[in-house]
Protein backbone atom coordinates (compact mmCIF):
# COMPACT_ATOMS: atom_id res chain seq x y z
CA UNK A 1 0.00 0.00 0.00
CA UNK A 2 1.37 3.13 -1.50
CA UNK A 3 1.89 6.07 1.20
CA UNK A 4 -1.00 8.46 -0.66
CA UNK A 5 -3.69 4.90 0.12
CA UNK A 6 -1.88 4.49 3.64
CA UNK A 7 -2.79 7.84 5.07
CA UNK A 8 -6.58 7.54 3.17
CA UNK A 9 -6.35 4.86 5.30
CA UNK A 10 -4.99 6.13 8.54
CA UNK A 11 -7.79 9.32 7.92
CA UNK A 12 -10.75 7.04 7.47
CA UNK A 13 -9.40 4.67 10.32
CA UNK A 14 -9.43 7.79 12.46
CA UNK A 15 -13.09 9.09 11.57
CA UNK A 16 -14.51 5.81 12.23
CA UNK A 17 -12.68 5.59 15.43
CA UNK A 18 -13.95 9.46 16.50
CA UNK A 19 -17.66 8.49 14.74
CA UNK A 20 -17.37 5.36 17.60
CA UNK A 21 -15.86 7.03 20.47
CA UNK A 22 -17.91 10.35 20.72
CA UNK A 23 -21.18 9.17 22.63
CA UNK A 24 -22.34 12.54 23.77
CA UNK A 25 -23.01 13.66 20.09
CA UNK A 26 -22.36 10.11 18.31
CA UNK A 27 -23.54 10.91 14.71
CA UNK A 28 -25.00 7.80 13.27
CA UNK A 29 -25.11 9.42 9.56
CA UNK A 30 -21.34 10.49 10.30
CA UNK A 31 -20.36 6.64 11.28
CA UNK A 32 -22.77 5.00 8.07
CA UNK A 33 -20.82 7.25 5.78
CA UNK A 34 -17.98 6.85 6.61
CA UNK A 35 -18.38 2.98 7.09
CA UNK A 36 -19.55 2.86 3.15
CA UNK A 37 -16.07 5.27 2.73
CA UNK A 38 -14.39 2.12 4.00
CA UNK A 39 -16.20 -0.07 1.77
CA UNK A 40 -14.94 1.50 -1.62
CA UNK A 41 -11.55 2.00 -0.52
CA UNK A 42 -11.28 -1.56 -0.12
CA UNK A 43 -13.88 -2.22 -3.30
CA UNK A 44 -16.18 -4.25 -1.14
CA UNK A 45 -18.82 -5.27 -2.64
CA UNK A 46 -21.10 -6.26 0.29
CA UNK A 47 -21.21 -5.77 4.08
CA UNK A 48 -24.02 -7.80 6.22
CA UNK A 49 -23.65 -8.23 9.32
CA UNK A 50 -25.79 -10.77 12.02
CA UNK A 51 -27.14 -10.43 15.50
CA UNK A 52 -28.07 -13.77 17.76
CA UNK A 53 -29.19 -13.08 21.10
CA UNK A 54 -27.58 -16.51 21.80
CA UNK A 55 -25.54 -19.36 20.40
CA UNK A 56 -29.12 -21.71 19.61
CA UNK A 57 -30.57 -18.68 18.41
CA UNK A 58 -27.39 -18.47 15.67
CA UNK A 59 -28.11 -22.41 15.33
CA UNK A 60 -31.33 -22.08 14.26
CA UNK A 61 -30.96 -18.76 12.25
CA UNK A 62 -33.14 -17.01 14.55
CA UNK A 63 -31.72 -13.36 14.32
CA UNK A 64 -31.44 -10.06 13.30
CA UNK A 65 -29.65 -9.52 9.67
CA UNK A 66 -28.63 -6.02 8.55
CA UNK A 67 -27.21 -5.17 4.97
CA UNK A 68 -24.57 -2.37 6.05
CA UNK A 69 -23.36 -1.81 2.15
CA UNK A 70 -24.26 -3.02 -0.86
CA UNK A 71 -22.91 -1.63 -4.24
CA UNK A 72 -24.87 -4.13 -6.42
CA UNK A 73 -22.02 -6.08 -7.22
CA UNK A 74 -23.41 -9.10 -5.27
CA UNK A 75 -21.53 -11.83 -3.17
CA UNK A 76 -18.60 -13.20 -4.86
CA UNK A 77 -16.13 -14.60 -2.22
CA UNK A 78 -15.49 -13.66 0.88
CA UNK A 79 -12.99 -10.48 1.64
CA UNK A 80 -12.96 -10.87 5.54
CA UNK A 81 -14.96 -12.78 8.04
CA UNK A 82 -15.51 -12.21 11.99
CA UNK A 83 -17.46 -13.50 14.62
CA UNK A 84 -17.45 -12.74 18.02
CA UNK A 85 -19.81 -14.18 21.67
CA UNK A 86 -19.84 -11.29 24.02
CA UNK A 87 -20.25 -11.33 27.96
CA UNK A 88 -23.71 -12.12 27.64
CA UNK A 89 -23.44 -14.89 25.08
CA UNK A 90 -24.80 -12.91 22.40
CA UNK A 91 -23.11 -13.32 18.78
CA UNK A 92 -22.37 -10.84 16.41
CA UNK A 93 -21.34 -11.99 12.96
CA UNK A 94 -19.77 -9.76 10.02
CA UNK A 95 -18.85 -10.71 6.73
CA UNK A 96 -17.01 -8.27 3.85
CA UNK A 97 -17.55 -9.81 0.29
CA UNK A 98 -15.54 -8.53 -3.03
CA UNK A 99 -17.59 -8.89 -6.60
CA UNK A 100 -16.27 -11.95 -8.48
CA UNK A 101 -14.00 -10.21 -11.21
CA UNK A 102 -12.10 -7.48 -8.39
CA UNK A 103 -9.30 -8.48 -7.43
CA UNK A 104 -8.32 -9.96 -3.74
CA UNK A 105 -7.14 -7.97 -1.30
CA UNK A 106 -2.96 -7.86 -0.47
CA UNK A 107 -1.92 -9.37 2.60
CA UNK A 108 -1.74 -5.60 4.04
CA UNK A 109 -5.10 -4.71 3.05
CA UNK A 110 -6.45 -7.76 4.67
CA UNK A 111 -4.88 -7.02 8.08
CA UNK A 112 -6.13 -3.28 7.88
CA UNK A 113 -9.16 -4.17 6.93
CA UNK A 114 -9.63 -6.82 9.52
CA UNK A 115 -8.67 -4.52 11.80
CA UNK A 116 -11.29 -2.12 11.26
CA UNK A 117 -13.66 -4.59 11.31
CA UNK A 118 -12.68 -5.26 14.51
CA UNK A 119 -12.91 -2.08 16.14
CA UNK A 120 -16.47 -1.33 14.59
CA UNK A 121 -17.92 -5.03 15.80
CA UNK A 122 -15.97 -4.17 19.47
CA UNK A 123 -18.27 -0.80 19.21
CA UNK A 124 -21.28 -2.33 18.03
CA UNK A 125 -21.19 -5.22 20.32
CA UNK A 126 -20.73 -2.45 23.14
CA UNK A 127 -23.52 -1.04 21.91
CA UNK A 128 -25.98 -4.23 21.55
CA UNK A 129 -24.71 -5.13 25.06
CA UNK A 130 -25.83 -1.37 26.57
CA UNK A 131 -29.15 -2.03 24.48
CA UNK A 132 -29.69 -5.07 26.46
CA UNK A 133 -28.57 -3.73 29.76
CA UNK A 134 -31.59 -0.79 28.60
CA UNK A 135 -34.07 -3.45 28.16
CA UNK A 136 -33.57 -5.41 31.09
CA UNK A 137 -33.45 -2.64 33.03
CA UNK A 138 -36.29 -0.61 31.93
CA UNK A 139 -38.60 -2.62 30.47
CA UNK A 140 -40.36 -5.38 31.55
CA UNK A 141 -40.39 -9.03 30.13
CA UNK A 142 -43.43 -8.24 27.93
CA UNK A 143 -41.59 -4.87 26.35
CA UNK A 144 -43.77 -2.14 28.27
CA UNK A 145 -41.52 0.42 29.97
CA UNK A 146 -41.49 -0.31 33.83
CA UNK A 147 -41.23 1.51 37.01
CA UNK A 148 -37.20 2.56 36.30
CA UNK A 149 -38.30 3.87 33.69
CA UNK A 150 -40.56 5.96 34.92
CA UNK A 151 -38.25 7.42 38.00
CA UNK A 152 -35.46 8.12 35.99
CA UNK A 153 -38.45 10.58 33.92
CA UNK A 154 -39.39 12.06 37.32
CA UNK A 155 -35.30 12.75 37.93
CA UNK A 156 -34.88 14.15 34.41
CA UNK A 157 -37.85 16.38 34.74
CA UNK A 158 -36.11 17.70 37.77
CA UNK A 159 -32.82 18.53 36.64
CA UNK A 160 -33.70 20.23 33.86
CA UNK A 161 -36.44 22.19 35.74
CA UNK A 162 -39.63 20.82 34.22
CA UNK A 163 -41.23 18.69 36.92
CA UNK A 164 -43.60 21.56 37.84
CA UNK A 165 -46.53 21.68 35.72
CA UNK A 166 -46.69 17.97 35.35
CA UNK A 167 -49.09 15.38 36.60
CA UNK A 168 -48.61 11.97 37.77
CA UNK A 169 -51.23 9.09 38.11
CA UNK A 170 -51.18 5.67 38.76
CA UNK A 171 -54.13 3.79 37.70
CA UNK A 172 -55.42 0.08 38.26
CA UNK A 173 -58.00 -1.12 35.69
CA UNK A 174 -61.61 -2.03 37.08
CA UNK A 175 -62.69 -5.64 37.05
CA UNK A 176 -59.91 -7.17 34.40
CA UNK A 177 -60.39 -10.47 35.77
CA UNK A 178 -64.04 -10.35 34.16
CA UNK A 179 -62.89 -9.39 30.51
CA UNK A 180 -60.01 -11.99 30.49
CA UNK A 181 -62.78 -14.34 31.48
CA UNK A 182 -64.93 -12.55 28.62
CA UNK A 183 -62.31 -12.56 26.18
CA UNK A 184 -59.80 -15.07 27.38
CA UNK A 185 -56.19 -14.14 28.39
CA UNK A 186 -54.73 -13.89 25.21
CA UNK A 187 -57.24 -11.04 23.90
CA UNK A 188 -57.06 -9.83 27.72
CA UNK A 189 -53.06 -8.97 26.56
CA UNK A 190 -54.42 -7.38 23.63
CA UNK A 191 -56.90 -5.14 25.09
CA UNK A 192 -54.10 -4.19 28.06
CA UNK A 193 -51.68 -3.26 25.00
CA UNK A 194 -54.29 -1.75 22.96
CA UNK A 195 -55.84 0.73 26.08
CA UNK A 196 -52.00 1.06 26.75
CA UNK A 197 -50.65 2.59 23.55
CA UNK A 198 -54.39 5.14 23.43
CA UNK A 199 -53.00 6.33 25.88
CA UNK A 200 -49.28 6.55 24.95
CA UNK A 201 -49.74 8.24 21.73
CA UNK A 202 -52.60 10.71 22.96
CA UNK A 203 -49.86 11.77 25.95
CA UNK A 204 -47.30 11.97 23.14
CA UNK A 205 -43.59 13.40 23.63
CA UNK A 206 -45.57 15.16 26.29
CA UNK A 207 -44.95 12.64 29.14
CA UNK A 208 -45.18 8.97 29.14
CA UNK A 209 -46.26 6.26 30.75
CA UNK A 210 -45.39 2.53 31.97
CA UNK A 211 -46.61 -0.54 33.59
CA UNK A 212 -45.54 -1.04 37.20
CA UNK A 213 -46.93 -4.89 37.08
CA UNK A 214 -50.52 -6.85 36.17
CA UNK A 215 -52.78 -3.92 35.47
CA UNK A 216 -51.45 -1.29 37.37
CA UNK A 217 -49.76 1.66 35.50
CA UNK A 218 -48.43 5.24 35.97
CA UNK A 219 -47.67 8.05 33.76
CA UNK A 220 -46.26 11.54 34.12
CA UNK A 221 -47.85 14.01 31.47
CA UNK A 222 -48.60 17.87 31.33
CA UNK A 223 -51.26 19.35 33.59
CA UNK A 224 -53.33 20.15 29.95
CA UNK A 225 -54.02 16.55 29.39
CA UNK A 226 -55.33 15.31 32.65
CA UNK A 227 -58.80 16.07 31.87
CA UNK A 228 -58.34 14.06 28.54
CA UNK A 229 -56.14 11.30 30.06
CA UNK A 230 -58.88 10.88 32.95
CA UNK A 231 -61.66 10.92 30.41
CA UNK A 232 -60.00 7.89 29.21
CA UNK A 233 -59.62 6.15 32.36
CA UNK A 234 -63.09 6.94 33.21
CA UNK A 235 -64.15 4.11 30.80
CA UNK A 236 -63.48 3.63 26.62
CA UNK A 237 -64.00 1.10 23.74
CA UNK A 238 -60.94 -1.08 23.38
CA UNK A 239 -61.04 -2.96 20.40
CA UNK A 240 -59.37 -6.20 20.74
CA UNK A 241 -60.44 -8.15 17.22
CA UNK A 242 -60.24 -5.41 14.43
CA UNK A 243 -61.42 -8.50 11.76
CA UNK A 244 -64.21 -8.93 13.62
CA UNK A 245 -64.57 -5.71 15.54
CA UNK A 246 -65.18 -6.51 18.61
CA UNK A 247 -64.42 -4.24 21.54
CA UNK A 248 -64.77 -3.85 25.69
CA UNK A 249 -65.58 -1.01 27.75
CA UNK A 250 -62.19 -0.56 29.66
CA UNK A 251 -62.53 1.92 32.73
CA UNK A 252 -59.93 2.56 35.70
CA UNK A 253 -59.46 3.44 39.02
CA UNK A 254 -56.55 6.32 39.70
CA UNK A 255 -54.94 8.34 41.98
CA UNK A 256 -54.00 11.52 40.95
CA UNK A 257 -51.02 14.19 41.76
CA UNK A 258 -50.86 17.22 40.53
CA UNK A 259 -47.31 18.29 41.30
CA UNK A 260 -47.28 21.96 42.72
CA UNK A 261 -44.96 25.14 41.75
CA UNK A 262 -43.59 25.08 45.26
CA UNK A 263 -43.09 21.16 45.10
CA UNK A 264 -39.92 19.95 46.58
CA UNK A 265 -38.61 17.44 44.71
CA UNK A 266 -36.20 14.54 46.88
CA UNK A 267 -36.70 11.20 45.56
CA UNK A 268 -38.62 9.56 42.87
CA UNK A 269 -40.25 7.61 45.18
CA UNK A 270 -42.56 10.24 47.14
CA UNK A 271 -44.14 11.40 44.08
CA UNK A 272 -44.57 7.11 43.65
CA UNK A 273 -46.05 6.77 47.30
CA UNK A 274 -48.43 10.05 46.69
CA UNK A 275 -49.92 8.54 43.47
CA UNK A 276 -50.23 4.99 44.95
CA UNK A 277 -51.91 5.89 48.26
CA UNK A 278 -54.40 8.14 46.04
CA UNK A 279 -54.83 4.87 44.28
CA UNK A 280 -55.70 2.68 46.91
CA UNK A 281 -58.19 5.14 48.31
CA UNK A 282 -59.65 4.92 44.78
CA UNK A 283 -59.91 1.01 44.52
CA UNK A 284 -62.02 0.96 47.81
CA UNK A 285 -64.06 3.62 46.88
CA UNK A 286 -67.68 2.60 46.12
CA UNK A 287 -68.82 5.17 43.64
CA UNK A 288 -65.62 7.00 42.25
CA UNK A 289 -63.07 6.27 40.47
CA UNK A 290 -60.40 8.98 40.69
CA UNK A 291 -59.10 10.17 43.92
CA UNK A 292 -56.38 13.27 44.42
CA UNK A 293 -53.46 13.54 46.31
CA UNK A 294 -53.72 17.07 48.83
CA UNK A 295 -52.11 17.68 52.09
CA UNK A 296 -55.58 16.32 53.73
CA UNK A 297 -54.23 13.07 52.06
CA UNK A 298 -50.91 13.57 53.50
CA UNK A 299 -52.13 13.87 57.02
CA UNK A 300 -54.75 11.12 56.16
CA UNK A 301 -51.95 8.53 55.25
CA UNK A 302 -49.84 9.64 58.71
CA UNK A 303 -52.37 8.27 59.94
CA UNK A 304 -52.61 4.98 58.16
CA UNK A 305 -49.12 4.48 59.15
CA UNK A 306 -49.77 5.60 62.72
CA UNK A 307 -52.67 2.61 62.60
CA UNK A 308 -50.42 -0.05 61.43
CA UNK A 309 -47.59 1.15 63.89
CA UNK A 310 -49.68 0.16 67.07
CA UNK A 311 -52.37 -2.20 65.75
CA UNK A 312 -50.24 -4.86 67.38
CA UNK A 313 -49.61 -3.71 70.09
CA UNK A 314 -53.30 -2.98 70.35
CA UNK A 315 -54.09 -6.79 70.06
CA UNK A 316 -51.26 -7.82 72.51
CA UNK A 317 -52.89 -5.04 75.20
CA UNK A 318 -56.64 -5.97 74.33
CA UNK A 319 -57.49 -2.29 73.67
CA UNK A 320 -59.75 -3.76 71.01
CA UNK A 321 -63.70 -4.11 73.08
CA UNK A 322 -66.69 -5.52 71.40
CA UNK A 323 -69.71 -2.82 71.81
CA UNK A 324 -72.71 -4.65 71.38
CA UNK A 325 -76.25 -2.93 69.58
CA UNK A 326 -79.10 -4.69 70.19
CA UNK A 327 -81.63 -6.49 67.52
CA UNK A 328 -85.18 -6.04 68.61
CA UNK A 329 -88.75 -7.35 68.01
CA UNK A 330 -90.35 -4.09 67.21
CA UNK A 331 -94.09 -5.87 68.44
CA UNK A 332 -92.44 -6.57 71.49
CA UNK A 333 -90.27 -4.94 72.57
CA UNK A 334 -88.09 -7.39 73.30
CA UNK A 335 -84.30 -7.83 72.28
CA UNK A 336 -83.51 -10.79 70.30
CA UNK A 337 -80.26 -10.44 69.36
CA UNK A 338 -76.96 -7.97 68.54
CA UNK A 339 -74.51 -7.15 66.35
CA UNK A 340 -71.18 -7.27 67.60
CA UNK A 341 -69.18 -3.84 66.44
CA UNK A 342 -65.33 -3.41 67.50
CA UNK A 343 -64.42 0.11 68.84
CA UNK A 344 -60.87 0.80 69.73
CA UNK A 345 -60.59 2.30 73.37
CA UNK A 346 -57.49 3.92 74.50
CA UNK A 347 -57.29 5.01 77.93
CA UNK A 348 -60.33 7.22 78.65
CA UNK A 349 -60.53 7.79 74.84
CA UNK A 350 -62.86 5.77 72.02
CA UNK A 351 -61.51 5.45 68.31
CA UNK A 352 -64.85 5.25 66.40
CA UNK A 353 -64.38 2.41 63.57
CA UNK A 354 -64.07 4.62 60.60
CA UNK A 355 -60.80 5.69 61.76
CA UNK A 356 -59.09 2.15 61.55
CA UNK A 357 -61.46 0.01 60.00
CA UNK A 358 -60.85 0.65 56.39
CA UNK A 359 -56.65 1.21 57.21
CA UNK A 360 -57.06 -2.14 58.19
CA UNK A 361 -59.14 -3.48 55.26
CA UNK A 362 -56.44 -2.38 53.38
CA UNK A 363 -54.41 -5.81 54.73
CA UNK A 364 -54.86 -8.59 56.32
CA UNK A 365 -54.67 -6.86 59.58
CA UNK A 366 -58.59 -7.03 59.23
CA UNK A 367 -58.71 -10.74 59.28
CA UNK A 368 -56.51 -10.54 62.79
CA UNK A 369 -58.72 -8.03 63.97
CA UNK A 370 -61.94 -10.33 63.01
CA UNK A 371 -60.66 -13.76 64.53
CA UNK A 372 -59.82 -11.46 67.70
CA UNK A 373 -63.29 -10.21 68.05
CA UNK A 374 -64.67 -13.10 67.40
CA UNK A 375 -62.81 -14.88 70.03
CA UNK A 376 -63.89 -11.85 72.17
CA UNK A 377 -67.56 -12.57 71.61
CA UNK A 378 -67.40 -15.90 72.10
CA UNK A 379 -65.55 -15.43 76.37
CA UNK A 380 -68.50 -12.87 76.32
CA UNK A 381 -71.32 -15.99 75.25
CA UNK A 382 -69.75 -18.35 77.34
CA UNK A 383 -69.72 -16.30 80.45
CA UNK A 384 -73.50 -15.04 80.19
CA UNK A 385 -74.40 -18.85 79.36
CA UNK A 386 -72.41 -19.38 83.00
CA UNK A 387 -73.71 -16.72 84.67
CA UNK A 388 -77.75 -18.31 83.66
CA UNK A 389 -78.28 -14.84 81.91
CA UNK A 390 -80.90 -15.12 78.83
CA UNK A 391 -78.31 -14.87 76.15
CA UNK A 392 -79.37 -13.95 72.37
CA UNK A 393 -77.31 -14.95 68.95
CA UNK A 394 -74.82 -12.59 68.23
CA UNK A 395 -73.32 -11.58 64.52
CA UNK A 396 -70.22 -10.75 64.08
CA UNK A 397 -68.68 -9.25 60.67
CA UNK A 398 -66.38 -10.80 58.66
CA UNK A 399 -64.42 -9.13 55.57
CA UNK A 400 -64.25 -9.54 52.20
CA UNK A 401 -60.45 -10.44 52.80
CA UNK A 402 -61.18 -13.36 54.31
CA UNK A 403 -62.77 -14.65 51.42
CA UNK A 404 -59.36 -16.12 49.60
CA UNK A 405 -58.83 -18.08 53.15
CA UNK A 406 -59.60 -21.88 51.93
CA UNK A 407 -59.22 -23.05 55.46
CA UNK A 408 -61.70 -19.88 57.14
CA UNK A 409 -64.32 -22.77 58.18
CA UNK A 410 -61.77 -24.86 60.16
CA UNK A 411 -60.23 -21.50 61.60
CA UNK A 412 -63.58 -20.12 62.82
CA UNK A 413 -64.74 -23.14 64.35
CA UNK A 414 -61.54 -23.40 66.33
CA UNK A 415 -62.25 -20.12 68.40
CA UNK A 416 -65.88 -21.40 68.49
CA UNK A 417 -64.74 -24.85 70.04
CA UNK A 418 -62.57 -23.85 72.23
CA UNK A 419 -64.36 -21.52 74.06
CA UNK A 420 -66.94 -24.08 74.34
CA UNK A 421 -69.74 -22.00 72.48
CA UNK A 422 -73.31 -23.42 70.72
CA UNK A 423 -72.72 -22.75 67.35
CA UNK A 424 -76.33 -21.65 67.75
CA UNK A 425 -75.53 -18.49 69.45
CA UNK A 426 -73.32 -17.53 66.67
CA UNK A 427 -74.05 -15.58 63.19
CA UNK A 428 -71.82 -14.40 60.64
CA UNK A 429 -72.85 -11.42 58.74
CA UNK A 430 -71.03 -12.05 55.05
CA UNK A 431 -71.10 -8.00 53.30
CA UNK A 432 -72.04 -8.69 49.41
CA UNK A 433 -69.12 -8.59 47.10
CA UNK A 434 -68.94 -6.71 43.98
CA UNK A 435 -67.05 -9.14 41.44
CA UNK A 436 -68.52 -12.81 40.56
CA UNK A 437 -65.00 -13.90 41.15
CA UNK A 438 -65.30 -13.16 44.62
CA UNK A 439 -69.47 -14.36 44.81
CA UNK A 440 -67.73 -17.74 44.24
CA UNK A 441 -65.52 -17.95 47.30
CA UNK A 442 -68.42 -16.06 49.44
CA UNK A 443 -71.02 -18.88 48.70
CA UNK A 444 -68.44 -21.41 48.97
CA UNK A 445 -67.65 -20.16 52.76
CA UNK A 446 -71.43 -19.86 53.04
CA UNK A 447 -71.97 -23.41 52.02
CA UNK A 448 -69.27 -24.52 54.64
CA UNK A 449 -70.46 -22.51 57.66
CA UNK A 450 -74.40 -23.87 57.29
CA UNK A 451 -72.66 -27.51 56.87
CA UNK A 452 -71.98 -26.35 60.68
CA UNK A 453 -75.27 -25.07 61.71
CA UNK A 454 -73.95 -22.23 62.07
CA UNK A 455 -76.35 -18.54 61.41
CA UNK A 456 -75.03 -16.67 58.10
CA UNK A 457 -76.66 -13.38 56.91
CA UNK A 458 -76.06 -11.42 54.27
CA UNK A 459 -74.81 -7.69 55.31
CA UNK A 460 -76.02 -4.47 53.45
CA UNK A 461 -77.98 -6.42 50.92
CA UNK A 462 -78.52 -4.40 47.68
CA UNK A 463 -75.51 -2.53 47.41
CA UNK A 464 -73.00 -5.70 46.27
CA UNK A 465 -72.45 -7.81 43.09
CA UNK A 466 -75.83 -9.62 41.12
CA UNK A 467 -78.21 -9.35 44.73
CA UNK A 468 -80.59 -11.72 43.59
CA UNK A 469 -78.22 -13.81 41.82
CA UNK A 470 -76.84 -13.79 45.52
CA UNK A 471 -79.79 -15.02 47.28
CA UNK A 472 -80.40 -17.56 44.81
CA UNK A 473 -77.72 -19.27 44.76
CA UNK A 474 -76.70 -19.14 48.57
CA UNK A 475 -79.29 -20.44 51.60
CA UNK A 476 -79.09 -17.99 53.71
CA UNK A 477 -80.60 -17.37 57.02
CA UNK A 478 -81.21 -13.83 57.52
CA UNK A 479 -81.20 -10.68 55.40
CA UNK A 480 -80.01 -7.62 56.00
CA UNK A 481 -81.49 -5.05 54.36
CA UNK A 482 -78.92 -1.95 54.20
CA UNK A 483 -80.20 1.48 55.19
CA UNK A 484 -80.17 2.39 51.21
CA UNK A 485 -83.77 0.55 51.45
CA UNK A 486 -85.14 2.16 54.79
CA UNK A 487 -87.37 5.55 53.29
CA UNK A 488 -86.07 8.65 55.91
CA UNK A 489 -88.17 11.92 55.51
CA UNK A 490 -87.00 12.90 52.25
CA UNK A 491 -87.00 9.43 50.05
CA UNK A 492 -90.34 8.00 50.11
CA UNK A 493 -91.63 6.80 47.30
CA UNK A 494 -89.95 4.49 45.42
CA UNK A 495 -87.73 3.90 48.60
CA UNK A 496 -91.16 2.37 50.30
CA UNK A 497 -91.83 0.61 46.99
CA UNK A 498 -88.50 -1.55 46.61
CA UNK A 499 -88.40 -1.74 50.72
CA UNK A 500 -92.02 -3.49 50.36
CA UNK A 501 -91.25 -5.81 47.50
CA UNK A 502 -87.70 -6.69 49.35
CA UNK A 503 -89.00 -7.70 52.56
CA UNK A 504 -91.98 -9.78 50.98
CA UNK A 505 -89.26 -11.54 49.02
CA UNK A 506 -86.91 -12.37 51.82
CA UNK A 507 -90.18 -13.63 53.81
CA UNK A 508 -91.25 -15.81 51.02
CA UNK A 509 -87.93 -17.32 51.10
CA UNK A 510 -88.16 -17.87 54.29
CA UNK A 511 -85.81 -15.51 55.35
CA UNK A 512 -85.22 -14.16 58.54
CA UNK A 513 -85.23 -10.03 57.69
CA UNK A 514 -83.58 -7.59 59.56
CA UNK A 515 -83.96 -3.95 58.82
CA UNK A 516 -80.83 -1.36 59.85
CA UNK A 517 -80.54 1.98 60.71
CA UNK A 518 -83.67 1.90 62.15
CA UNK A 519 -84.36 5.66 63.42
CA UNK A 520 -88.14 6.89 63.56
CA UNK A 521 -91.31 5.98 64.24
CA UNK A 522 -92.40 6.35 60.92
CA UNK A 523 -90.06 3.86 59.95
CA UNK A 524 -91.01 1.83 62.32
CA UNK A 525 -94.59 1.58 60.61
CA UNK A 526 -93.40 1.12 57.59
CA UNK A 527 -91.42 -2.25 59.00
CA UNK A 528 -95.14 -2.75 60.82
CA UNK A 529 -96.95 -2.50 57.24
CA UNK A 530 -94.37 -5.35 55.72
CA UNK A 531 -94.44 -7.63 58.64
CA UNK A 532 -90.75 -6.84 58.91
CA UNK A 533 -90.05 -7.88 63.03
CA UNK A 534 -86.70 -7.44 63.70
CA UNK A 535 -84.90 -3.84 63.72
CA UNK A 536 -81.80 -2.66 64.77
CA UNK A 537 -80.74 1.41 64.72
CA UNK A 538 -80.41 4.13 66.98
CA UNK A 539 -84.58 4.49 67.33
CA UNK A 540 -83.81 1.11 70.32
CA UNK A 541 -80.18 2.01 71.15
CA UNK A 542 -76.39 2.86 69.53
CA UNK A 543 -73.39 0.42 70.25
CA UNK A 544 -73.18 -0.29 73.58
CA UNK A 545 -69.97 -1.35 75.87
CA UNK A 546 -70.21 -4.31 77.78
CA UNK A 547 -71.89 -3.50 80.77
CA UNK A 548 -74.60 -1.71 79.68
CA UNK A 549 -75.38 -4.21 77.02
CA UNK A 550 -75.46 -7.41 80.10
CA UNK A 551 -77.93 -4.80 81.74
CA UNK A 552 -80.84 -5.93 78.83
CA UNK A 553 -80.12 -9.28 79.05
CA UNK A 554 -82.02 -10.09 82.00
CA UNK A 555 -85.45 -9.59 80.59
CA UNK A 556 -85.09 -5.93 79.96
CA UNK A 557 -88.30 -5.04 77.14
CA UNK A 558 -88.08 -1.57 74.94
CA UNK A 559 -90.91 0.59 74.89
CA UNK A 560 -92.53 0.53 71.65
CA UNK A 561 -95.39 3.03 70.23
CA UNK A 562 -99.22 1.77 70.91
CA UNK A 563 -99.45 1.44 67.03
CA UNK A 564 -96.91 -2.05 67.53
CA UNK A 565 -98.55 -3.33 70.15
CA UNK A 566 -99.92 -6.91 68.88
Known amino acids: MDKARNETYNILFERMIDAMTDMNNFDREEF ?33 ILIDHDDGRGEGKVAVFR ?16 AEDSESLTEEEYRKLDLMLRAMLSFISRNRLQTAVEQLAFYDETGYPNLNYFCRHLEMLNEKGKLHGNTAVQFNLRHFSLINQ ?10 IKNYFDLIKDFIGDRGLICRIGGDNFAAVFRNDLLKFVLDILKGFPVVYDKQNEKRVLVSACAGVFEIPDNYVFERPGDILGNINSAAQDAKYEFDGTVVYYTSKTHVEKEKMMRVRRFFGDALKNNEFKAFYQPKVDIFTGKLVGAEALCRWVIGDKTVPPV ?43 LSRKHLIDVDLTEHLLKI ?149 RE
Not at 34 to 51: A, M, N, R
Open 32 to 64: VTVLHEICGFFDISKGVTEFYNSLSAEKTGKGE
Open 83 to 98: RIITPSKTVIKSTLYK
Open 182 to 191: EVGRDAGDIV
Open 355 to 397: DFVPVLEKSTDICRLDFYMLDAVCKDIRRWLDEGRNVVKVSVN
Open 416 to 564: IDENNVPHRYIEFELTETTTDVEFSDLKRIALDLQEHDISIAVDDFGIGYSSLNLIREIPWDVMKLDRCFIPSEVNYGVTELMFRHVAAMAQAMGLECVAEGVETEKQLEILKDNDCRIAQGFYFDKPLPLDEFEEKLSGFTYKIPDFL
